[in-house]
């Protein structure tokens, strides 16, 4: 039985070594949270609304595309690109129409409205070569 039992253990151990470890170290620096969302007001007044800019910069090396951000509640008086940030669902916005965000090529809007949205992004794919 012990011997049935340590093959077994052994075999898991093998299974985890082959499978999750090379993903996890293919993927090991670079994560959701390398998105980097920052805005700021522009000190302009549009619509009788604060309006902001959005820079959304990926600042790992790799890849990552499929970009969503929480946007719930989000509203603007002036028109975004959709191709740059697109409401998916009530709470969920799209970057770059889920195309790949490059580091240092930032993807930058601007909206207005009576609030700053927190705009935390909420799920990514990240591809490494
Ligand atoms: C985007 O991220 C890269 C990598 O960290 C950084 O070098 C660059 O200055 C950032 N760009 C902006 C606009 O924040």
New binding site residues.
Partial sequence: MAAIAKLFLASLTLLYLSQVLPKKLALGHCELSDI?V?QKSTGEIVKGKTEYEV?I????ICTQYNIHLDCNGFNTVVSIDPTKFRKIDDYQCSVNNEHPVF??A?IVFKYAWDIMFDLNPIYSTIACS
Avoid at 57 to 60: A, E, P, S, Y
């Fill in positions: 980097e920052e820079v910069n990926n600042t790992c580091t240092e930032p």
